[in-house]
């Protein structure tokens, strides 16, 4: 080991490297890596797992709130894509296009033969292959509203990809639905920003700001798209999930059209709101530490590891026993709902090296258990949100339900604790443009920017932050929970509308 | 109504025409649909819900079993496939190539731009890819046996696609493993079919004949490939999963090599195994009927519909109160270990058209409740299992307990049923090539074929069964059960060394 690797799991810290600090998390914790196909990324085991757990936990609120899961085609023909010109402008541009159906081998070499008629391009996202469906289902307003979601894998050509947060393909679940009438489609499209909100805030422990992208940064072809905006350690803004109000625009291109109770043709109201495996990368950098990951105990793939400590083999047998009987008892207890996940590890590895393999990991809870721990009938408890050393003896009596109140525990820590920091970097009495680009960066040389997010006053002038593209700062959102602004416009010096959140973003 | 939809619910029958009635029962169940992209399937929301259901009881299994999930990429580069020459020659020739990465617009048209310098094929399975990242992660023996699946979409170009059948895309499972030694990979691969057993007969309720395949069956590359062989009602066989034993073969290709305990660097022994969305094919072919399908109720999303009976608007309020009540009684109650899945169909339809949709949908248990009903404190149970005019009167009080048991006896009704149905078409008295020809219909003209399994005596020569291609009957599998066979080859005369399964299939 370096000396730098004795004072921190993870080298460089956060504060040294920012971005090779999260790529060195995602080594030191297993979860994922580069693939041969650029752009692409490999979703280890435990990576995969987390997904698994969110995935299942975001599920369940979808179809809780009405909605059905659905598969439609990996392949969109091009020509679908040339009836929605504002979408393909704004999204289809950077996409995988498949030309060819067949290989042939030529001396040793596969050649693509079998040219299609028409390429068929890899969903960068189904609005148009699902609006096309959706055409043929809808017929009458009895057939609203029609509640459909897809879990899958899209694929958007990425020139600088970085594993879960910008890759070239990626999961994600996509929601789309259609309405008789502006009013619920605008309903639904808040509906789900809130499903989003509560999930990312009491499942992944991320707390978020939602509120309504500016026209910039609008979905192409949306009317109006909403977001949860989550802070990185690094202040830079996580777009975490956005809803989109589509209007009749989607529904105009694809022919969504219904007969409405008094038999008049009409065209639908559509919405469409997503989350990606991007909200990995969001849990690493909005929890992970210097030591490496810490997982909310709710998408832990293992909440609790049990660490054997066998200084002679004699007492292997005995320990290894306890430990069994440690793990039944933890897999009957339950936390938020669901009996805890344990594993023990069994590897013939030295104890030191298990230990910090785990801590990089982030599994919440580790639990020792040596010779004079079965003597005791306890057990060394450890809590991944305190210090590594502190170590609670627990009767294994006690152990279910002690572990059960410390991951809910953890839970609410690592959501406070990621809370306390978002608000200390929000500044709201920025009011000149001037402090905006010191505060971002953009002051005289060597001066070390603070960076965070900024709340700020806006007159809703399209176009009016681009002052601030040079430092790669834009309008996050304007906050749904708004202060009643009055004052000028930090941007024009207008009379001011809105509240905005500025901030350089992922 | 036409005077044949009077007599079944789906026309034709599976008499007049099977294949025909497959297409009827997928749109009268609505469960799939072709998509404007050829050889794709839009897999509906009754459909994917099967799916889902099936997909959790098959991630249970292989998780229990020791194995893990992740994700590996939709890509391959073409040069990987160079590696494998056996592999693409059987397998990857017909697949979709991606060769370009952009598009332009030029006069209102997209043109596809951006041309890869190395072409990308969509995954026809993911044996190279995956390989190449077993390499580097496989290292030393401690690192053995390495346990993943995978759940993701595939893509073989196909010209004749049949819905959940054979279709260019459809979603699966994949597992991989690397073992130490040929035992262990060995053990693997059948531990592995036995899971699919498993799963097939007690959740999907599909008896199977489990099996090795014939080299001319084998998977491309492999050592040994297992197979769950099912009986579809047109006596035609349903590969239904297989479990591949790939000796060294892909090792070598990928170089997965681990130091083994004295120190030597030895290639692993890979196994690989899959089940696929034709599974749903499989169930409708093997439990539907004339009056459409008939869900297993393991996997049927939901599992019990209440409908309302309201013959005049003032009774409307007391029945629906009544159907919510019976609804949180059944969802309370247990099947398999799961609450009850109840929907209440309170739909402005006609009372016979919706009770039919659902009989067609195969929906296990119908509830019918009217307003006499209520004054009765009973309901009107129906069961997919038996006659349709069928009613029980069940008290409320004893509703979850009688639907919990009903719902468990219809799951093995339908494994019953099925397994009857094709032990009654194996016939095992066919000693010659004579006899088997007119058994498959290669007899005289106009002499109707019978059709089944036949189970024959082999000597094991490659090549011999061709005899039978004209027929399209091929041999399904050796069956692991075998009678230690004696006699004549039924095709060459030999001496016989094994029983065959023959027969035509999907």
């Not at 990324?41 to 698994?52: A, R």
């Not at 202040?235 to 589509?246: E, N």
């Not at 909005?286 to 007492?315: F, M, N, W, Y």
């Not at 839970?411 to 920025?430: K, V």
Request: aromatic share 8%; charged share 25%.
């Amino acid at each position: 080991m370096t000396a730098s690797q004795t004072r921190t799991a993870i080298s460089p810290t956060r504060r040294e490297d920012y971005p090779e600090w999260y790529q060195q998390v995602l080594k030191a914790a297993d979860l994922a890596e580069n693939s041969p196909v650029r752009g692409c990324m490999i979703i280890k085991p435990w990576g995969y797992g987390i997904w698994e757990l969110l995935q299942r936990q975001l599920d369940d609120r979808i179809k809780a709130t009405g909605h059905v899961n659905a598969y439609f085609p990996l392949f969109i023909p091009l020509s679908f894509l040339e009836k929605e010109a504002t979408h393909v402008e704004g999204f289809a541009k950077e996409c995988a296009v498949v030309t060819h159906h067949r290989l042939e081998e030529r001396g040793g070499k596969l050649i693509p033969t079998g040219e299609l008629e028409e390429p068929l391009i890899v969903r960068p996202t189904s609005e148009t292959i699902i609006g096309h469906s959706f055409s043929k289902w809808v017929e009458s307003y009895r057939d609203l509203p029609l509640l459909i979601n897809q879990w899958a894998n899209v694929v958007r050509w990425e020139m600088r990809p970085r594993v879960f947060l910008r890759t070239t393909e990626f999961l994600w679940q996509e929601g789309h639905t259609v309405h008789a009438s502006e009013k619920e489609a605008l309903e639904e499209t808040h509906k789900m920003l809130e499903v989003y909100r509560d999930f990312m805030e009491n499942v992944l422990a991320l707390p978020v700001i939602v509120g309504e992208k500016s026209a910039g940064e609008r979905f192409p072809g949306a009317v109006s798209t909403f977001t949860c905006e989550a802070m990185m350690q690094d202040y830079k803004a996580l777009q975490a999930g956005t809803s989109h109000y589509l209007g009749q625009n989607f529904a105009k291109a694809s022919e969504i059209r219904f007969t409405d109770e008094q038999g008049q043709l009409q065209y639908g109201y559509t919405t469409s709101w997503g989350c990606t495996t991007r909200l990995i990368g969001g849990i690493i950098m909005t929890h992970g530490d210097d030591d490496g990951l810490r997982l909310p105990p709710r998408v832990a793939p293992q909440q609790v590891v049990i660490l054997p400590v066998i200084p002679k083999p004699e007492s292997a047998q005995a320990v290894l026993a306890y430990c069994e009987q440690i793990k039944k008892h933890l897999e009957q207890s339950h936390a938020f709902g669901l009996p805890v996940r344990v594993h023990i590890d069994q590897r013939d590895l030295r104890g030191g090296e298990k230990n910090w393999e785990w801590i990089k990991k982030g599994v919440p809870v580790r639990i020792e258990v040596g010779p004079r721990d079965v003597d005791n009938g306890a057990a060394m408890v450890s809590r991944r949100d305190k210090l590594h050393k502190d170590k609670e003896s627990v009767a294994v009596a006690a152990i279910g339900p002690k572990v059960s109140q410390v991951l809910e525990e953890i839970q609410q820590t690592l959501y406070r604790e990621a809370s306390a920091y978002r608000n200390a970097h929000i500044r709201e009495d920025i009011e000149t443009l001037e402090e905006l680009r010191a505060f971002f960066g953009g002051s005289s040389e060597g001066q070390e920017a603070e960076g965070g997010f900024v709340l700020a006053k806006w007159c809703g002038e399209p176009g009016s932050e681009s002052l601030l593209d040079d430092l790669k700062v834009t309008i996050r959102c304007l906050p749904l929970k708004q202060r009643n602004t009055t004052g000028r416009c930090i941007f024009t010096g207008k009379p001011a509308t809105t509240d905005v959140i500025l901030a350089k973003s992922y």
